[in-house]
């Protein structure tokens, strides 16, 4: 289904993260994972940067979709025109090898929290 939608995973981590997260640092997730986290930590919620190095020192919220299909959403400009697109993370080896570098401190399944 491309559409944000959020399963009961998704909610729980989204629950969870006001009391653990550190409020000074920002969470990264693809554009449907930023929506979902932007309901309770507005400030803090980004949806991936192009320049991975600001990824160095933040959190990263991976959905269940990022999970399954190795890929994230991304919001892709040409021109006047945008759109959203799914990228493989495969096409992405900044922001996997980035990903692949954090460590994992939420993981039920279906969502995941990764920490600088």
């Given at each position: 289904?491309?559409?944000?939608?959020?399963?009961?995973?998704?909610?729980?981590?989204?629950?969870?993260?006001?009391?653990?997260?550190?409020?000074?640092?920002?969470?990264?997730?693809?554009?449907?994972?930023?929506?979902?986290?932007?309901?309770?930590?507005?400030?803090?919620?980004?949806?991936?940067?192009?320049?991975?190095?600001?990824?160095?020192?933040?959190?990263?919220?991976?959905?269940?979709?990022?999970?399954?299909?190795?890929?994230?959403?991304?919001?892709?400009?040409?021109?006047?025109?945008?759109?959203?697109?799914?990228?493989?993370?495969?096409?992405?080896?900044?922001?996997?090898?980035?990903i692949n570098g954090k460590n994992l401190i939420y993981n039920n399944g279906g969502a995941q929290v990764l920490a600088p």
């Amino acid at each position: 289904m491309d559409m944000k939608v959020c399963n009961y995973r998704e909610n729980a981590v989204i629950e969870w993260l006001p009391g653990v997260v550190d409020k000074k640092l920002p969470i990264y997730s693809d554009r449907y994972g930023y929506l979902s986290v932007g309901f309770t930590l507005y400030a803090q919620s980004q949806p991936f940067p192009t320049d991975t190095t600001r990824l160095e020192h933040a959190y990263v919220f991976l959905r269940t979709w990022n999970i399954d299909n190795n890929e994230a959403v991304v919001l892709i400009s040409r021109g006047e025109h945008m759109r959203f697109e799914h990228i493989s993370f495969d096409d992405l080896p900044e922001l996997s090898k980035l990903i692949n570098g954090k460590n994992l401190i939420y993981n039920n399944g279906g969502a995941q929290v990764l920490a600088p």
